[in-house]
Structure formats: C-alpha cells, structure tokens
C-alpha cells in the first residue's frame, strides 16, 4: 500500500517554478531517496510534504487522505516527522527540552518515557541531556534533530540532508541509525546529495534534475546505472 | 537622603518601563516585529480602569482585572486584524501598519473619552499611605512601593511561565525557528497571539501604575512611555526578558537622577543619549546575543 502519493505537484517560490510536475510514491516499510545536485529541488518537495510550502497545484496524498490543505502544525499529528535540512534544532534549548518538544503533539504523560527511549537509541545525548543543544557538535547536532523527530513517533519519516557536512565516520553512524529505524517499521523518505550512500541504504530511488524526475528505478539498479555513475556518483 | 530618595523614585519609574518593556521584547522574540501600538494599549488600560472606578464604581481589584481583560482582547485583536495578514509582508509594511495602530488608538480614544486631561483616581486605585522612613526623611509613596513589587512578581512568573510551561516553551520554539516549530506541530499563529494577550494585559497594568504616579490621562498618554519602554527594551537587549527588567530600571533611574541633578529640561535627552552610546559599544543592548549565522 502507498503510504505517500505524490501526484503531479507543482511548486513555486514568487514567479520561480520550483518543482514542475514531480510524481512518485513511498510504500509502506520502504525507504525511498530522492537524489539529485544542489538547487534540483529535493528540500523543496520534503518541505512540500510537510505542508511548510504549498503546492499550486497537484494532489499530496498521505494514507490515501488529500494533505494538500492540512497546515505544517497538524502533518506531525498525522503521523510524519520532517528532520530538516540544517538540522534546526533549538540552539537555545537543552538537549532534552529539545527532544520535548519534538514530542509536542502528543500527550504530556507520554513524553517521559519517549524521551529514555530515545536515550537508549542514543547514548550519546543522554550523557549531554542537559547542555545547551547549540554548543553540540555537528554530528551530535544531527543526531539530536533525528531524535527530536522520533519524538513524535512517526509513521513516515523524512530526513533532508542527514549526512551534510559530517566526517566520513559520522555518515556511517547516521547511516546505521537509519537501517535501525527501518527495521524497526519506520517508512523513510530520504534526501541525499550524498548519492552512493543513499543508494546503498535505499530500496527505490527518483533521481530529480532541476524540478523534474528524470529517472526512477530500484536503488540498486541505479547504483549500476551508467547515467547515474557519471552524474552522481562521480565515476 | 535626597539622593536615596530620587533613586527609589527612579527604580520604581524604570520598574513600569521595565513592565511596558516586556510587552515589545516579547512581541519582538516571538513575532519579529516592533508593535508601536504598545504604548497605546497602556493609554486604553488606563482610560478603562478609570472608567471601571469613576463610573462604574468597581474596587480596585476589579477594575485591574476589567482593564488587563480588555486590554488582552484588544491586543488580540489588533495582532488579528492588523498584523497577521501582513505575516509574509516585509517588515517595513508591519512597522508602518504598527505606527498607523498607535494613531487609530490615539485617535479612537480621543472620540470616546475627548480631548480634555482626565484626573486618574490613584487614591482610590492604590490606597496606600505613603511610608515614612527615617524619621520622615525618605518617604516612599504607595504607588512607588506597588510598583517595584509588581514588577518583581512579573518578571518572576514570566520568566517561570517561560522556562516551564509548554506554551512557554513553545514562545520560546516560535522565537528561535518558527519553520522548526510548526514541524513540532506548534501553531504559530495561536502562539503570537499568546504573546500578544500577554503583553497587552501587562499594559494595562503598566498603564494603571504610570497614571496612579503621574494621574494625568489624555489619548497621548501612553506614546512617550511607550517610547521610553521601546528604548529600555532595545538598551536591554530586545528579545531578552531580563534585558527588558534591566534596561527599564536603568533607563528609569537615569532619567530622574538626570533630571534631579543635570537638567529637567534635558532629562530625556539624557535618556535616549545614554542609550545611544550604550548601542554604538554593544550593538545587540546589554543583554541581547550577537546574531550568529551557522549552517
């Protein structure tokens, strides 16, 4: 079953047509990556989704239900969590304040127990529990957006750039945490500059080219493919 | 003794900036804009509480609580009707739409109540003596007291209601990353208009304690202290809630000894002097944060 239908949306920022006409679909327990060079429109389509920007025209379909008119505060409460490109975390709260308010739409006896949960996946934050969230470094930044999403307990996931500006080491570990959520049943849409990774983590891919799809197929399939070596994968 | 004297009377001027204050760094932190109309909220606060004991013949307590009600659904509605349909709009289209506000205030206030002073009751609104200390040396007046304490409350509560609560918490989201909060699931709009309601209702206290020190009440009675207040929220640091308390008092304080031992006449310009060179050595005001930009 497609727990996420894209269908023909169109994006525009002023007079700049973003995303022209992009397709496609996520299956429930898949995890999907839409790869592509800067400026294609990969983190305007997950912003799309999220209901942050609104689409001109085209349907966004989640669990079957039109989401086209649904505001960005509700999406959360629907069931899917967007951990967003530059992790925009709250520089200013702690660490557990933080994943607090990523449980923020569920109901407050809850939360306590979400937050050792999301501990235990993460070690490294409990230990940092209280510090100030924008004295962390980078990749503990990046965890902490992740867990800040997971707070909300979401049936799609969706991660802008994960691996952005982390050492080789730290992709592997963000990587890993992701392969650990897909098997613990989360549905995940990825979006990725870095292509060999997401290639190798994902079941199905859409290659985006400047707001359009230009080719789609199963991950591993664009792994091999010529086109796709040559353009992303630097070989 | 006269100079302890003139110090109390400046903490206790600078705690109403400091409470007025409050209402413009919050809105500033959380909706990023500058509400000129603030100052006149406080005016309407007043006119209210004066109407609530002159004609209504209401007790003090209630006619606090008729005027901080009115005043919140007034700022609710201003931030409504004015404000939220410019939330995409540049932020020169909010300053002067916040400006026209301050004028349609002033100028509704002036239909309703007419252009002659009104003598604010404060007897009757703070019945307090005033306190003899010293041998009646230093005098303190009822009004004076009531006004440090309640600032101190103020701050107290907010700065609890801040840190703790989940609407708190939730201002504190809207202020940092307002994209970030509503993926939280936060509304923002409902937040603002939290902001909003808590300002204003702060205003109208402000506005009840600047008329029972100073009883003289006209449509344009809020604009300079709203000014002042604006200027000891940004030598604060604007966005920061203890820079408001902070910049209230010392604003407060440098304007009575300014005009007690320099000048009368130059008593605001001392004011708005101190805060510019406050300003040209820390941009951001005492307690603001540098603006770091971090990808």
Not at chain 1, 140 to 161: G, V
Not at chain 2, 116 to 140: Q, T
Not at chain 2, 252 to 259: H, R
Not at chain 2, 288 to 294: H, S
């Amino acid at each position: 079953m497609s727990m996420l239908e894209i269908n023909d949306i169109h994006v525009f920022y002023g007079a700049i047509h973003a995303i022209k006409g992009v397709s496609f679909e996520v299956h429930e327990h898949e995890i999907v990556t839409l790869i592509g060079a800067n400026g294609a429109g990969k983190s305007t389509i997950l912003n799309t989704i999220a209901g942050l920007l609104k689409p001109r025209s085209g349907q966004i379909l989640f669990e079957g239900k039109n989401i086209n008119s649904v505001p960005a505060n509700k999406m959360v409460g629907l069931g899917m969590a967007l951990c967003p490109e530059g992790r925009r975390i709250f520089q200013q709260m702690t660490v557990k304040e933080n994943l607090e308010m990523g449980g923020y739409s569920r109901p407050a006896a809850e939360i306590g127990s979400s937050v050792e949960d999301v501990f235990r996946r993460f070690p490294r934050l409990k230990e940092r529990e209280k510090q100030i969230a924008g004295t962390l470094s980078g990749g503990e930044q990046q965890m902490l957006a992740m867990a800040r999403a997971l707070m909300s307990k979401p049936k799609l996931m969706m991660l802008d750039e994960p691996s952005m500006g982390l050492a080789p080491i730290l992709v592997e570990q963000i990587f890993d945490i992701i392969r650990e959520l897909h098997a613990a049943g989360t549905t995940i849409l990825l979006v990725e500059q870095n292509a060999q990774m997401a290639l190798s983590v994902a079941d199905r891919a859409y290659v985006l080219e400047t707001g359009t799809i230009s080719m789609s197929g199963e991950a591993k399939a664009l792994l091999e493919d010529d086109n796709v070596r040559k353009a992303y994968l630097g070989s | 003794m006269i100079f302890l004297s003139n110090l109390v009377n400046g903490i206790s001027l600078g705690s109403i900036y400091a409470i007025i204050a409050l209402g413009y760094t919050m809105v500033y932190g959380i909706a990023k804009m500058l509400n000129f109309a603030h100052g006149d909220v406080i005016m309407v606060g007043a006119y209210v509480a004066f109407c609530a004991l002159q004609y209504w013949g209401l007790p003090p307590i209630a006619a606090l609580l008729v005027a901080m009600v009115l005043c919140t659904v007034l700022g609710i509605t201003i931030e409504g009707l004015a404000y939220r349909p410019l939330r995409q709009a540049t932020s020169l289209a909010v300053l002067i739409t916040a400006i026209g506000m301050s004028y349609l205030l002033q100028n509704l206030a002036l239909l309703i109540w007419g252009a002659n002073p009104k003598s604010f009751p404060a007897a009757v609104m703070i019945p307090i003596p005033m306190i003899s200390l010293f041998g009646g040396r230093l005098n303190i007046s009822g009004v004076t007291l009531i006004a440090i304490l309640a600032n101190l409350v103020i701050m107290a509560v907010l700065t609890a209601f801040i840190s703790r609560t989940k609407l708190g918490k939730a201002m504190r989201c809207v202020s940092e990353d307002r994209g970030a909060a509503e993926l939280m699931g936060i509304n923002v709009n409902r937040t603002i208009s939290a902001t909003f309601a808590i300002g204003s209702a702060l205003a109208a206290v402000a506005g009840i304690l600047l008329c029972s020190a100073y009883p003289t009440l006209m449509p344009t009675t809020g604009s300079m202290p709203g000014i002042k207040a604006f200027t000891a929220a940004v030598f604060g640091g604007i966005g920061s809630i203890p820079g408001a308390m902070i910049g209230g008092i010392l604003l407060g304080v440098i304007e009575i000894l300014g005009k007690a031992y320099i000048s009368t006449e130059l008593g605001d310009a001392i004011v708005f002097a101190v805060l510019i060179i406050v300003l040209l050595f820390r941009p951001t005001g005492l307690l603001g944060r540098p603006v770091r930009e971090k990808v």
